[in-house]
């Protein structure tokens, strides 16, 4: 790894002698040009000497949004700028999607294996999206749990013989729409009735011979999130 100037931002002493230790002894190619209790002092020093890596803590003075405003007014003021969000927010999964979306490189947590030099140099060499293994944990457990999903609903698609037109009928019955509002979806081919008669043909695929009596809409689309033919994550209505 070449040598580069980093800024480190931090409102906490302790945390940031332990991240400047960090530094000294696992990345020698760093040279701290600064450190910033704040936003002030930030912009000075940025006015003093131009970085190449910003290491930023996203809680600085009990508040987790300024660190996501200075990410975002960092990325809009030097585009190459490298910034590394390293922050104590374990928990907080929408400051983390927030940090991103301001900006940053990579979000690494003050847990589990901390700062990294490897998760450095992958900064430094251009790569988004750099983690340490406490997010990419959460990240593959969503990744399967979306995988698992997405699998059990071509599964049910196919077991229960849903085509197109089923499925964008339970959707929309799902979200509350009429028959008579599905028969007007653009690209729907069937009118009111016919949807009707549809309707009865699912309720006989979907429910066992002993308990297709009564079965209504509210209940035919419960049958169709419980068999995931339906995803709740992704109910949305078709363009009308």
Sequence with gaps: MEKFKVIIVEDVQLELKGTEQIFRSDIPEAEIIGTAQNESELWKLMRQDRPDLVL?????????????????????????????????????????IEALSAGADGIILKTGNLLQRDDVQLVMNGR?????????????VRFRKSVLSEIQQDDALIDYDIDEYDERYLRHLALGYTKDMIANLKGMPFGAKSLEKRQTDLINRLFP???RTGVNATRLVTRALQLHILDLDNLKADPE
């Design 56 to 96: 930023l803590d996203l809680g600085l003075g009990g508040s987790t949004t300024v660190g996501v405003d200075i990410c975002r007014q960092l990325r809009d003021k030097y585009a190459d700028l490298k910034i590394l969000i390293f922050t104590g927010e374990i928990l907080n999964e929408r400051l983390w």
């Design 128 to 140: 988004r999206l750099v983690f340490n293994e406490p997010i990419l944990e959460k990240i593959m």
């Design 209 to 211: 011979g002993n308990e």
